[in-house]
């Protein structure tokens, strides 16, 4: 049965990020510590060739890319960016510890978004939604390796709602410019919504994958 490689990769470094600041939606690109991370890592890591590859729409997703698969075929896909943190937004996160909206707003769940923003519901059902596209899209052109190019909380929710073995969204963190390797089938996509996480991405070029 024909198995599909998928990479999940995080985006690079952005000033909002060097600053800690909740930068969901706010379209911003990466610094130039951000830059010379990505570029230092293609020389130590394996990036493997994608056939095709799936960015997120956000500047910083879209530089990352074009950082590591410059000679791949791009496709944006809206519903792999990041959370929108409303009110949040392009805000440190100790400039928010007065605010009742912000307690409250750290003590999670479905249905808890930030005033304006987004709720952890909308954004688990587009997660599912960018999967599904993916691996649909894979199968229909034959595709059988991708690498998505997206957000460090986009990524934990997808492992965590499709991946197996099951694991938390807490439990699978990534630093930028790495992500996980998935493995998927379409008898395991089709019946279960489900694919196999193989383990961290990228490799060391020191390293042999099978």
Same mark, same amino acid.
């Given at each position: 049965? $024909?198995?599909?490689?998928?990479?999940?990769?995080?985006?690079?470094?952005?000033?909002?990020? #060097?600053?800690?600041? @909740? =930068?969901? +939606?706010?379209?911003?690109?990466?610094?130039?510590?951000?830059?010379?991370?990505?570029?230092?890592?293609? !020389? $130590? *890591?394996? *990036?493997?060739?994608? !056939?095709?590859?799936?960015?997120?729409? #956000?500047?910083?997703?879209?530089?990352?890319?074009?950082?590591?698969?410059?000679?791949?075929?791009?496709?944006?896909?809206?519903?792999?960016?990041?959370?929108?943190?409303?009110?949040?937004?392009?805000?440190?996160?100790? /400039? %928010?510890? !007065?605010?009742? /909206? @912000?307690?409250?707003? %750290?003590?999670?769940?479905?249905?808890?978004?930030?005033?304006?923003?987004?709720?952890?519901?909308?954004?688990?059902?587009?997660? @599912?939604?960018?999967?599904?596209?993916? =691996?649909?899209?894979?199968?229909?052109?034959? +595709?059988?390796?991708?690498?998505?190019?997206?957000?460090?909380? =986009?990524?934990?929710?997808?492992?965590?709602?499709?991946?197996?073995?099951?694991?938390?969204?807490?439990?699978?963190?990534? /630093?930028?410019?790495?992500?996980?390797?998935? #493995?998927?089938?379409?008898?395991?996509?089709?019946?279960?919504?489900?694919? !196999?996480?193989?383990?961290?991405?990228? *490799? #060391?070029?020191?390293?042999?994958?099978?």
């Amino acid at each position: 049965m $024909k198995a599909y490689r998928i990479q999940f990769i995080r985006h690079g470094l952005t000033q909002g990020n #060097l600053d800690g600041k @909740y =930068i969901g +939606i706010t379209d911003e690109g990466l610094c130039s510590q951000g830059v010379d991370e990505i570029k230092a890592k293609l !020389e $130590k *890591y394996n *990036y493997p060739h994608a !056939e095709k590859i799936y960015v997120s729409p #956000l500047k910083r997703c879209r530089e990352t890319a074009e950082l590591i698969y410059s000679d791949c075929t791009m496709r944006l896909v809206p519903e792999l960016r990041e959370m929108n943190f409303g009110d949040f937004e392009n805000k440190r996160a100790v /400039d %928010l510890m !007065e605010r009742e /909206d @912000y307690k409250s707003f %750290l003590k999670g769940g479905l249905d808890n978004p930030a005033p304006n923003g987004e709720s952890m519901r909308d954004v688990v059902e587009r997660c @599912y939604w960018a999967a599904d596209f993916i =691996i649909t899209d894979m199968m229909k052109l034959g +595709i059988t390796s991708t690498a998505v190019i997206t957000h460090g909380g =986009i990524i934990m929710n997808i492992l965590s709602c499709f991946g197996l073995p099951k694991l938390s969204p807490m439990e699978l963190p990534c /630093d930028f410019g790495e992500g996980y390797e998935v #493995l998927v089938t379409a008898d395991m996509w089709q019946r279960s919504n489900a694919f !196999e996480i193989i383990g961290k991405f990228p *490799y #060391l070029l020191s390293d042999e994958k099978e």
